[in-house]
């Protein structure tokens, strides 16, 4: 079974539907809007796979262990936990207000922590399980305007690896993926003007599909990842290769 938070929408729900399409049976996530984790829910049945959908905040201690909780006994077991729901509350650091970048850690960072550790305790007692955090190329060279998204995605790498040194003795694997621009909500609110001046760094010449981070995820996910632990997979077109 497969818990993958925030997707409702976007690369998550991406995510959820690829895995699905492999064979695993999702829970789909999503904050507050039960519409869109019902539609995502249905399009997974559609498709012939098995998953239900759980309204909670990964933001709130409490809605983290009632999230996985509540997985777990949806489907009796937890084998791939993907910590991919995720805020932004851009602005230049001098006009960051203590509430962007509490929101923005709180959400990113622990929770995935809380969602984690909730989801250890089944995958350590049946010694198999995936962790796969959805980071981003912000967390690995920054980005101006966004330095409480960049601090927690860049602590979610280095907690991926912690991860992964913990549990690996259990065959439990923890892998981030760093994705570029991918359009999504997320990335719709940029105007034409700004998207123009991203492609145009780009060396592939084009704005990500959440298909290209979905591919990676299920990659990941699998049998076929079992030696790939501690790793950051980068799904950005070539935009900070060195
Ligand atoms: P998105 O389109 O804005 O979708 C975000 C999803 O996360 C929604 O399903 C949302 O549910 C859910 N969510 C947000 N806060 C939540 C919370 N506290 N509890 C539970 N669910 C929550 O975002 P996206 O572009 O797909 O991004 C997904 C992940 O990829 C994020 O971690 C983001 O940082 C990362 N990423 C994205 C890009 C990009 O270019 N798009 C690039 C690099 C990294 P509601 O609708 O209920 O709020």
């Known amino acids: 079974m497969a818990l993958v938070t925030g997707s409702s929408r976007g690369i998550g729900r991406a995510v959820a539907l690829k895995l699905a399409e492999r064979g695993a049976a999702v829970v789909v996530n999503g904050r507050s809007?039960?519409?869109?984790?019902?539609?995502?829910?249905?399009?997974?049945?559609?498709?012939?796979?098995?998953?239900?959908?759980?309204?909670?905040?990964?933001?709130?201690?409490?809605?983290?262990?009632?999230?996985?909780?509540?997985?777990?006994?949806q489907f009796g077991r937890l084998d791939i936990l993907v910590n991919n729901a995720g805020?932004?509350?851009?602005?230049?650091?001098?006009?960051?207000?203590?509430?962007?970048?509490?929101?923005?850690?709180?959400?990113?960072?622990?929770?995935?922590?809380?969602?984690?550790?909730?989801?250890?305790?089944?995958?350590l007692k049946q010694r198999w399980g995936r962790v796969i955090n959805i980071a981003s190329i912000s967390g690995l060279i920054g980005n101006p305007g966004q330095a409480n998204y960049a601090a927690a995605k860049a602590g979610?790498?280095?907690?991926?690896k912690s991860v992964a040194r913990e549990v690996a003795s259990r065959g439990?694997?923890?892998?981030?993926?760093?994705?570029?621009?991918?359009?999504?909500?997320m990335t719709q609110r940029l105007n034409a003007s700004a998207q123009e001046e991203i492609v145009k760094h780009i060396p592939l010449g084009y704005i990500g599909d959440p298909q290209d981070v979905a591919e990676v995820a299920a990659f990941l996910a699998s049998e076929k990842a079992r030696y790939i632990t501690g790793q950051v997979l980068v799904?950005?077109?070539?935009?900070t290769m060195v």
């Not at 001098?94 to 929770?111: H, K, P, Y």
């Not at 979610?156 to 991926?160: D, G, P």
């Open 156 to 160: 979610l790498v280095a907690f991926t």
């Open 87 to 123: 805020i932004v509350r851009d602005q230049l650091l001098l006009r960051m207000s203590d509430e962007d970048w509490d929101q923005v850690i709180n959400t990113n960072l622990r929770g995935a922590f809380l969602c984690t550790r909730a989801a250890l305790r089944p995958m």
């Open 172 to 185: 439990i694997t923890a892998n981030a993926i760093a994705p570029g621009f991918i359009q999504t909500d």
């Open 33 to 73: 809007d039960t519409a869109t984790v019902e539609s995502a829910v249905a399009e997974i049945l559609d498709k012939g796979g098995q998953a239900c959908g759980i309204v909670a905040d990964i933001g709130q201690s409490q809605g983290c262990s009632q999230l996985v909780q509540s997985a777990i006994s």
């Open 235 to 239: 799904v950005d077109g070539g935009l």
